[in-house]
């Protein structure tokens, strides 16, 4: 049971270059999300999937897209990288019992945009 | 709109010391919250959570968080700190309960001194 994987783990890009970040989760969890972590700034929702064949915006999604693949994969692409989207970027999932919305995160994204 | 607020952005303690971090929280609906941990170099992992019952909620590695609904805060406490609790700790609360999305506030870096 890995839990929430996602690559790669690192990824430098010129500014312009495209890329897409992959997650996967093998808890059988409807809900997935997409943040970033910007120093200072805490963990900003850029998409989310509430269940398999839906996306939302979250809170800052500019320059980026996602696509949930089935329900256990969801990725984010850069179409155009921008220096501004230098971050650490974190897939999540979540299974929505009751009250309880505990999410799941995997072990991050470090790209850096020059 | 539900919001969420860390007033202390930096904290340092030494070794043995007791621990208490600020959350305070606007939120309009069924008052679920959370405390994340991300340690040096990893993903976040839960700490502790509240939905309801006891006020008074026991997370994992000695760590507590008291939910104080006339205060709208959900302090994170630990009487004794140790080396090993150096990270970054994030409180959160449900954006919307039909879509499992958190809100996380900006972030407190601990650092204990050995």
């Known amino acids: 049971n890995a839990g929430v994987t996602q690559t790669p783990k690192f990824q430098v890009l010129k500014t312009g270059q495209s890329m897409t970040l992959q997650c996967a989760q093998d808890m059988n969890h409807n809900s997935m999300y997409w943040y970033r972590q910007d120093p200072g700034m805490g963990l900003r929702l850029i998409y989310y999937?509430?269940?398999?064949?839906?996306?939302d915006k979250g809170e800052v999604p500019n320059g980026y897209n996602v696509s949930r693949l089935n329900k256990r994969e969801f990725s984010l692409r850069l179409e155009s990288a921008a220096p501004s989207q230098t971050s650490v970027y974190f897939c999540a999932s979540s299974e929505i019992v009751g009250a309880n919305n505990e999410q799941f995160f995997g072990p991050g994204t470090r790209l850096t945009v020059l | 709109a539900q919001s969420v607020s860390q007033h202390n952005h930096h904290v340092i303690l030494s070794e043995a010391a007791s621990l208490e971090l600020g959350c305070n929280y606007s939120y309009g609906g069924t008052v679920n919250l959370f405390w994340y941990v991300q340690y040096p170099g990893q993903h976040l992992q839960l700490l502790l959570k509240y939905f309801s019952g006891d006020p008074l909620v026991k997370g994992i590695k000695g760590f507590e968080a008291e939910f104080i609904k006339s205060k709208f805060s959900f302090n994170l406490r630990k009487p004794s700190v140790q080396w090993s609790d150096t990270a970054e700790y994030f409180c959160a609360v449900p954006g919307s309960s039909n879509t499992g999305k958190l809100i996380f506030g900006q972030g407190t870096t601990l650092q204990v001194k050995p």
């Open positions: 999937s509430a269940s398999e064949g839906t996306t």
